[in-house]
Structures are given as structure tokens and as C-alpha cells.
């Protein structure tokens, strides 16, 4: 048996997906930047994917852009509203994507911009307080925090730092890679000038994701080299991810309370089993069901003699997922959101992430497998 729990990093491609970027495939091979019919049709298809995204988030079609992925769209978001807008402070949390982390780090290091992390409680959670404190002390800031947390799982209440961001004159960037698809975004509601997403977290393709740019912000494109995305991003659509991404929103949206419930109920039942066959387990991250993403569980486990051994005899048993440590060990620096967090670096952990696809037999197979290797050591 061979179990697949690594669906924070990506997800297997919904059916329906894989039938309309194949029926794409083999009809529509125009490129839409062409005038002729061919390229008109292909055009028309984008735009179609374009009013679906913009529709399931209550936006303007003229608000959403496809990009290669969450990276890009970080990357986009992150240097040209800096740039735009002379910018010249920003705020972020320690334990963000590398793609929002080292993008700042490196302005930072260019001299372009302070940045300044806001502290964490020993859960993960940022804190909102300080937040204020350091907008109170520079008003016009770049501030980037994304919704909920792809390690540990914490789901951040971005209304309410929109509204703190809203008082102070700040610009807000969420990376909203792990939320979209699994919770509801209503963008008319939301005080936020750019939010970012991933086809593949949501049974969509690899390779295509969008930036949502609140129609208030005008920027300029981080790729040159032609007139696509209404001169937001050269070069020629991915076609077929395109389709595939605005498919894969609408399935999940379509589904997306059943799922919620069906996947809640696995992840607890795993808490259940794990804490029930493996004395002293514990839990990084938020355990309150509505403070926490229901698709991650970030397990610490007592086997300290395993260190970064344990994935690879977690992949051997037939398992895969995701973790790591919170210290330095050889070439592999370990987790910076859990050494964020002030995890015990002699304990290894684990993130097991979930989707509509697994099942209460794997759950056990999985809790077995655990079982065996800390007995063992």
C-alpha cells in the first residue's frame, strides 16, 4: 500500500479537470494573441476562465491575472507595489512562503525597503497588536501576510488585519495559496489590494495560478515582452492551465462545504488514533478546528533519534508527507516555521495534508506505519 498525504503541496488532478484541458487540447490550439479565427476562439476561452475566477470571488474580470503560479503572482505583487507606490517599509511574519520571504529579504538586501517581522505565539499566530504597533510608527506600509500558514496549518483573520491595514494607509498582500479552493473568498467584502493562488493546491494543474489585483492599484508587470494580460505579463498563455484552473475553482466551490466536512472528520479522526498509539505525540501549530486549515495536521513525534530520518522511512513504509525539524542538520537547514514557532529541534514532525481523495483505511495504514517506527526507536 502507498498513501499520499502531502496534498499541501500539491494535488492530484480532478477528472473533469483533465477532460476539459484535454477537450482544450485537441480543439483549441490558437494562440490567443492571433486575430484570426483560430486565435479569436482560444482568446474567447480565456476570457470565459477569467469571468468564472472572477465570479466565484465576487471580483471584476479586470481585477484577476494568470501567472505561472502563487511564486510569480508573490514576486508580482510584492516588488511593483513596493516600486509603485515609493514604498519603502514593510511587515511580514517570520514563518511565511519563501516565495513572500525571500522576495522581501532580497529588497531588504538591495536597500529598498526595512522590513520588519511581527512576533508569534507559541502557536504560530501572529500578533494582531503589534501589527498596529508598527504601523503607527510608519502609515504608508507594504504589509504581507498570508492566510493561512502551509506548515502548520493557522488560519489568520485577514478581515480584520485588512481593516487595521485600511486605518493606517497600508498596502495589504495575502498569499492565499492554501485557502483557495478549500474556503470561500468574497472579494467585495475584503479590504485587500492583492491576494495570490495555485491551480494545483485545488486538484487544478501545475504551472498556472493568478494574482487578484484590487482595481485601486495600479502597478507594472515584473515579465516584459508582449501585450498579454492586458500588458500586465508578457508572454503567451498557458492555455490549457488556464482552463484547467478555472475548472478545478469551480468543482471545489461546488463542493466545497461536503469536502470541508468529509476532510475535517479525517483529520480529527487521525488526531484521535495518533494520540491514542503514540504516547507523548503532540500537535505545532493551532488545534482549534476554526482557527486551523482542516486540510494540515502538523504532528511532533517523540522518536528524537529518527531526526531527519523519519520521511524517508515514512516513504520506504509506503507514506508520503511532508515535515522536517526546527535545527540545522548537513545541508538541510531544517524548517524556519517551526524554528518561527520555537519547536523542540530534538523532535521530528511531520505534516500530513489532506484532500477529498483519502480515506479512513489510509488514515490507519498511516497510524500504523507511525506506531512501528517509534516503537522502534
Not at 480532478?14 to 484541458?21: G, L, Q, R, S
Not at 511580514?92 to 538586501?109: D, F, G, Y
Amino acid at each position: 500500500m502507498h498513501v499520499y498525504f502531502d496534498n499541501a503541496a500539491t494535488t492530484a488532478l480532478d477528472k473533469a479537470v483533465i477532460d476539459v484541458m484535454v477537450q482544450t487540447m485537441n480543439d483549441n490550439f490558437g494562440n490567443p494573441s492571433s486575430i484570426h479565427a483560430h486565435g479569436r476562439e482560444t482568446k474567447t476561452i480565456v476570457e470565459r476562465a477569467r469571468r468564472t475566477v472572477a465570479k466565484l470571488l465576487n471580483a471584476s474580470p479586470a481585477e484577476i491575472f494568470f501567472t505561472s503560479g502563487g511564486t510569480e503572482a508573490d514576486n508580482m505583487a510584492i516588488v511593483r507595489a513596493i516600486e509603485a507606490y515609493g514604498i519603502t517599509h514593510a511587515i511580514s511574519s517570520p514563518i511565511e512562503h519563501h516565495a513572500v520571504l525571500h522576495t522581501l529579504e532580497e529588497m531588504q538586501k538591495d536597500g529598498k525597503i526595512q522590513l520588519d517581522f511581527l512576533r508569534l505565539d507559541q502557536k504560530g499566530n501572529i500578533d494582531l497588536s503589534h501589527l498596529e504597533e508598527l504601523l503607527a510608527k510608519n502609515p504608508r506600509t507594504f504589509v504581507s501576510i498570508m492566510h493561512a500558514n502551509n506548515e502548520l496549518g493557522n488560519i489568520t483573520d485577514i478581515q480584520k488585519v485588512s481593516e487595521i491595514c485600511e486605518q493606517y494607509n497600508a498596502v495589504f498582500h495575502s498569499d492565499t495559496v492554501q485557502t483557495m479552493g478549500h474556503y470561500v473568498h468574497d472579494l467585495s467584502k475584503l479590504k485587500i489590494d492583492f491576494i495570490t493562488a495555485a491551480a494545483h493546491k485545488f486538484h487544478g494543474p501545475k504551472g498556472v495560478g493568478f494574482l487578484y489585483i484590487n482595481s485601486r492599484n495600479k502597478i507594472k508587470p515584473l515579465i516584459h515582452g508582449g501585450a498579454q494580460e492586458r500588458n500586465m505579463r508578457g508572454g503567451t498563455e498557458n492555455v490549457y492551465g488556464i482552463v484547467g484552473l478555472a475548472k478545478a475553482m469551480e468543482i471545489a466551490y461546488e463542493e466545497m462545504e461536503a469536502h470541508q466536512q468529509q476532510i475535517q472528520a479525517l483529520k480529527d479522526y487521525m488526531k484521535e488514533q495518533l494520540v491514542q498509539h503514540i504516547p507523548n505525540v503532540t500537535f505545532n501549530g493551532e488545534t482549534d478546528a476554526n482557527k486551523s486549515l482542516y486540510t494540515v495536521l502538523n504532528v511532533s513525534l517523540p522518536c528524537t533519534d529518527m531526526g531527519d530520518m523519519l520521511l524517508f522511512n515514512l516513504d520506504i513504509k509506503g507514506v508520503s508527507a511532508s515535515g522536517g525539524s526546527a535545527c540545522s542538520s548537513g545541508s538541510d537547514i531544517g524548517s524556519h516555521v517551526l524554528r518561527g514557532i520555537g519547536a523542540d529541534p530534538s523532535r521530528p514532525s511531520v505534516r500530513f495534508s489532506f484532500c477529498k481523495f483519502n480515506t479512513k483505511e489510509e488514515v490507519d495504514f498511516v497510524v500504523q506505519v507511525l506506531k512501528e517506527i517509534c516503537t522502534k526507536h
